[in-house]
């Protein structure tokens, strides 16, 4: 499965973006799809994950301002981001899972929130 991720840019704190995740491949099959990040100089930490039944949850320091979703019918995974604060600024990765050995990552995309 290839992920290309995309949406990524320059916003100002308290904005809005969406990042969108899209496979090459059916999502059906993906048990989990997830967001990460990684800040500079940082390591790469988990933002967000959807079960393939839907189930959602998130990392305490985005809950209520970010909102996780996918839209099997295009095959697409997508991270609605609000409220949008200087320290949520990194690189942005999506991460799909079939199985412990089976497991992929997108490219990234870059946020950066100024203040």
């Known amino acids: 499965v290839q992920l290309q991720a995309s949406g990524g840019g320059l916003v100002q704190a308290g904005g809005s973006l969406r990042l969108s995740c899209a496979a090459s491949?059916?999502?059906?099959?993906?048990?989990?799809m997830a967001w990460y990040r990684q800040a500079p100089g940082k390591q790469r930490d988990f933002v967000a994950i959807?079960?393939?039944?839907?189930?959602?949850n998130y990392a305490d320091s985005v809950k209520g301002r970010f909102t996780i979703s996918r839209d099997n019918a295009k095959n697409t995974l997508y991270l609605q981001m609000s409220s949008l604060k200087p320290e949520d600024t990194a690189v942005y990765y999506c991460?799909?899972?079939?199985?412990?050995?089976?497991?992929?990552w997108g490219q990234g995309t870059l946020v950066t929130v100024s203040s």
């Open positions: 991460h799909a899972f079939k199985s412990s050995s089976d497991t992929y």
């Open positions: 491949e059916s999502i059906r099959s993906l048990n989990r």
């Open positions: 959807i079960t393939s039944s839907g189930s959602t």
